[in-house]
């Protein structure tokens, strides 16, 4: 079936150090890859998305790139903040299917 | 943007009691939401998909009689947890589809379940 693996958490990290949250996925077809961020206390919303390979989903420094050769849509930012620190959730979406299957999330802390 | 309303945000209760959780568009029609479940520390799994004036689809191994699922109009879908018990305990989230956009999904803030 498909699925989704992403790194476990939690990742600390501190202001202004680079972030890889990693993200693979199992997949029949070609499906659109997403990443959501879960702030405190608040629901998920979209950070970014790409629906083809080589496509690169990009938002608020934060940056995706769609790797069909190794089914992979990693997270990346150069410079985090303090503000980011949240739980980032890896999904996809087959095409005709409009539920979207996540993976497990995982928690970010930012050090001052 | 749009704004998905999910409410309770927590609820304890007694093993037994039925459950409501409500999920409601704010400021877009939602042709179809969807209802998920959160283990501790593992993904959010859908559990069924609510269509507007239509039953819900459930996905496998999801109990309907169990997860009643009612979506009577364009801005508001409930799921009510039946009888629940210690078992039904978790963090439930839904998510509403623009009419217009299709895409993406716009999600609440989940609902805290606890049955004692």
């Known amino acids: 079936g498909d699925s989704v693996t992403q790194m476990e958490g939690p990742v600390t990290l501190s202001e202004e150090a680079f972030l890889t949250i990693n993200c693979t996925y199992t997949?029949?077809?070609?499906?659109?890859l997403f990443w959501y961020v879960q702030y405190p206390g608040e629901g998920l919303q979209l950070l970014l998305k790409?629906?083809?390979?080589?496509d690169k989903g990009s938002n608020k420094g934060f940056e995706a790139t769609y790797r069909k050769e190794t089914t992979s849509f990693h997270l990346e930012k150069g410079s985090v903040q303090v503000s980011d620190s949240a739980v980032y959730f890896c999904?996809?979406?087959?095409?005709?299917?409009?539920?979207?299957?996540f993976g497990s999330g995982t928690r970010l802390q930012v050090q001052p | 943007g749009a704004v998905v309303s999910q409410h309770p945000s927590r609820v304890i209760c007694k093993s037994g009691t039925s459950v409501k959780i409500e999920c409601r568009s704010l400021?877009?029609?939602?042709?179809?939401m969807f209802w998920y479940r959160q283990f501790p520390k593992q993904s959010l799994m859908l559990m069924a998909t609510?269509?507007?004036?239509?039953?819900?689809?459930?996905e496998q191994g999801v109990e309907k009689d169990k997860f009643l699922i009612n979506h009577a109009s364009l801005t508001l879908s409930t799921l009510t947890v039946t009888s629940a018990h210690p078992e039904d305990s978790s963090f439930y989230i839904c998510?509403?589809?623009?009419?217009?956009?299709?895409?993406?999904?716009?999600f609440g803030d989940g609902t805290r379940l606890s049955i004692l």
């Open positions: 998510s509403a589809t623009d009419r217009e956009a299709g895409q993406p999904q716009h």
């Open positions: 997949a029949t077809g070609y499906p659109s």
């Open positions: 790409a629906t083809k390979a080589d």
């Open positions: 999904a996809l979406k087959l095409t005709g299917r409009r539920a979207l299957t």
């Open positions: 400021d877009f029609q939602a042709t179809t």
């Open positions: 609510s269509n507007e004036g239509s039953k819900a689809t459930y």
